[in-house]
């Protein structure tokens, strides 16, 4: 089945762990996002790829990393988790350019303790 | 400071009846506005989009109309079902780039 998968779905993490939310996308898109929602807040980016091999940076990346190392998958890492980081996370890929219409997965919910 | 802003929180409608969904936004240089609309325990689906040279774009029950000059934009749910309660959140890209999410809209078509 076409789209993205994201993994784990729920996690409790005690805080200062380290802690990788897996994404992996099988439509062959050149863009990925990751997203924290939050109640209130909607929809925040953290960090996005436009192309593999790249990174940049979105509205709230501080306390979180990512790489590309291929079109597929996008981890997001948090080094050294902190309760604030407590949210649902949201993994997103699109074509470059035209609608940019994002596809989302189905969302890791991330309980810091 | 929010780029794009949805001033309600909780919309109820009656089924049958047209709901209303209201977005703002400050930057001018915003040149397409989509919306989409989330399920609980799911991610976000893509509903309707609309370019800046437009005013309205229409798709089947789902109509949404901008105002560039109040930098507004609005979908209409006519009619409202069941179905449609969901969170809708409003969203905005400058050219080519990442999108810009306003904070959603909870809407509860009441049977």
């Known amino acids: 089945i076409a789209g993205i998968t994201q993994a784990p779905t729920s996690q409790i993490l005690a805080a200062g762990r380290r802690m990788t939310l897996r994404c992996t996308q099988d439509?062959?898109?050149?863009?990925m996002y990751w997203y924290r929602q939050d109640l209130g807040l909607g929809l925040r980016l953290i960090h996005y790829?436009?192309?593999?091999?790249?990174?940049g940076k979105g509205e709230v990346p501080d306390g979180y990393s990512v790489s590309r190392a291929n079109t597929d998958d996008f981890p997001l890492t948090l080094a050294s988790a902190v309760p604030s980081q407590t949210s649902v996370y949201f993994c997103?890929?699109?074509?470059?350019?035209?609608?940019?219409?994002?596809?989302f997965g189905p969302g890791t919910r991330l309980t810091v303790l | 400071d929010q780029q794009v802003k949805q001033n309600s929180p909780s919309l109820s409608v009656q089924e049958g009846r047209i709901s209303i969904l209201n977005c703002d936004y400050t930057?001018?240089?915003?040149?397409?506005f989509l919306w989409y609309k989330k399920y609980p325990a799911e991610g976000p689906t893509f509903l309707i989009s609309?370019?800046?040279?437009?005013d309205k774009n229409e798709d089947g029950r789902f109509t949404v109309f901008l105002n560039k000059s109040a930098k507004h934009l609005s979908l209409h749910i006519v009619p409202s079902q069941p179905g449609d309660s969901a969170v809708y959140f409003c969203?905005?890209?400058?050219?080519?780039?990442?999108?810009?999410f306003g904070s959603g809209t909870q809407l509860t078509v009441l049977p």
């Open positions: 997103a890929s699109s074509e470059l350019g035209g609608k940019n219409e994002q596809f």
């Open positions: 439509m062959r898109h050149n863009a």
């Open positions: 790829s436009n192309t593999a091999g790249t990174t």
């Open positions: 930057n001018s240089m915003f040149d397409y």
């Open positions: 609309i370019s800046s040279i437009k």
């Open positions: 969203a905005a890209r400058i050219s080519a780039r990442q999108l810009t």
